[in-house]
């Protein structure tokens, strides 16, 4: 395993759409090790390749549950609306207060090239919504309502709509 250098907002590749993996290899296991490490060793909770310089449809994530490999990942169902910070390890120091669904349905391949499909809600649904987001070359920052600041949580007036 290796650690990747991550692109930040500025680079051009960010904003260019990820190809499908075809071939289900040694080359793509080391790539998901890769990611892993990387979005690990910068504590972020999820990567996805086009922020590595590779432009595959492959993200990793891990909201606290274990690791999570998506390959060629595909949203097919959404619900219900929640609005909270984003940041991302693209564009580092800022957040920004994003709308994203309450749940999420995403059909996937595993490294193996099985297909999988995963239902979360919560911190999941939108890790899942933020990182298929780059593969098509969008970021947070095209989609956030306002940017926030270092004494800005959420922007919420009601503190009981982030209890859950």
Known sequence: MA???I???EDDLLRKKSRPVEKFDAKLAKLLDDM???MYAAEGVGLAAP?????????????????????NPEIIATSGEQEDAEGCLSVPGRRGL??????????????????CELEAE?????????????????????????ELFEDDE??????EEEQE
């Open 7 to 9: 692109l930040h907002i």
């Open 98 to 115: 994003v709308k994203r669904p309450m749940n999420v349905t995403v059909r996937f391949k595993d490294r193996s090239g099985e297909t």
């Open 122 to 146: 919560g911190l999941l649904a939108r890790c899942i919504m933020h990182e298929t987001d780059h593969l098509d070359g969008r970021l947070y920052v095209d989609i956030m309502e306002r």
């Open 36 to 38: 892993a490490e990387t």
């Open 51 to 71: 922020q590595v310089a590779v432009l595959r449809r492959v993200v990793v994530m891990d909201c606290g549950d274990g690791l999570i490999e998506m390959v």
């Open 154 to 159: 959420t922007g919420e007036d009601d503190p």
């Open 3 to 5: 650690l990747r250098t």
